[in-house]
């Protein structure tokens, strides 16, 4: 029982983790414009999951000055 | 910051803030919700998907509202703040033409009667048309309305990430309605256009363009998200083909016909920036380098190891067509690894010379604009 209470997390955690390999990306292609590079395709059993999480306390912060995103230069 | 533009939050407190609107009159607003929570999971790494995307969410559960910002003066603290219509399923997309508000709600498109200046709405909506929404693996309705204002566009994503539900569930996903704004009928003008989350018209031409997200699990740098003009008639090669004709493996049986027909989108964004706001400059716009051209929200990546997306660009355009490459518009929505927040949906207006940028993770309106 024990033993089976253990083997789920710990599972969990493997495929979180093997989740987390690989997936990095060329930044020598150009990925924009009309004719973007297609490299060549990269199937894997779990595919690369990463995504940012949030700062904590940033739900609902009021206002918040740090998070303020950042303009260009101004348009000449 | 760089000299040349001040950023303030315009409002905040808001619950799951996803596309606006600016009226006539200047109000602005905001569809507050989040739906596609009945989509069940297939396979054991769309509960990792799932876990892995939910991380990078805010904890507030959509408001399923939509919310009118007055800011008369234009001093960027708004004087009014009201709930303008609410118990609404999922609203995304919004429109309004010549005394009525659409609101496309994850399983229909409703139409309320208003009028620019009314601070609340009371009145019940009347569906024009029901929405395809079993499943709903993508929920978001993207709306428009035409340039002469006869017709509404809506934008429907595919049921799955590329047919791994049975082409079955797809009838009427991945597409582009043009509904008729007076009877509700509908017709479809672009398949095979996997998820459309904005729609909008390009000024100098009338044209509809949208922004696409593509396909996932080929690799950190395939397949591009998209800007494109939606063209009647045009297949864009979901879920047999991305890019044109370039096959994808996974789509099976292969349907080399419908693949003969594909079409290049126009423009590339980049992979997995998940570009999910759209508007034009217009009358102008910030004037210089930005004077003509699209503001690209992206909500960011979940699923490669670098982020990528989680800032504004802006796409110039000359003559109704993108003219060169993209310009990071607003950043710093990532620092040390961490999101400090996710932009949805652009709204430029010309009136006041001011960009909104909706913020889905600090639920705040973003306002930026020239000065400071």
Known sequence: MIRRLLAAPAASALVLALAACGGSSDPSLNQT???????????????????????????????????????????? | MPAGFTVTPFATDLKIPRQMLVLPNGDV????????????????????????????????????????LRDADNDGRPELRAVLVQNLNAPYGLAYVDGALYVAEQDALTRFPFQPGQTGISAPGQRVTDLPSHINHHWTKALTASADGRFLYVGIGSNSNVGERGMEVE???????????????????????????ALAVEPATNLLWSVVNERDELGPQLVPDYLTQVRDGAFYGWPYSYWGQTTDPRAHPQKPDLVARAIRPDYALGSHVA???????????????????????????????DPSGYKVVFVPFANGRPSGPPVDFATGFLKDGKARGRPVGVAFDPAKRVLLVADDVSNTVWRIAPGG
């Open chain 1, 33 to 76: 414009g009309a004719q973007p590079d297609l490299p060549r395709q990269d199937q894997t059993l779990i595919p690369p999951m990463k995504v940012s999480p949030p700062v904590p306390g940033t739900a609902n912060c009021r206002p918040c000055p740090p998070a303020s995103p950042s303009p260009p230069s101004p348009p000449t």
């Open chain 2, 171 to 197: 009838q009427d996903r991945a597409v582009v309605w043009e509904v008729d704004r007076q009877t509700g009928a509908h017709r479809t003008i672009a398949e095979g256009i996997r998820n459309p989350t």
């Open chain 2, 275 to 305: 570009a999910l706001g759209l508007d034009f400059a217009r009358g102008g716009g910030f004037g210089g380098a930005f004077s003509t051209g699209a503001f690209v929200g992206m909500h960011g990546s979940w699923n490669r190891q």
């Open chain 2, 29 to 68: 607003l905001v569809a507050e919700g989040s739906g596609g929570k009945e989509a069940p999971k297939l396979r054991p790494k769309d509960v990792i998907a799932g876990v892995i995307k939910a991380r990078g969410k805010s904890s507030v559960k959509g408001g399923d509202r939509i919310t009118l």
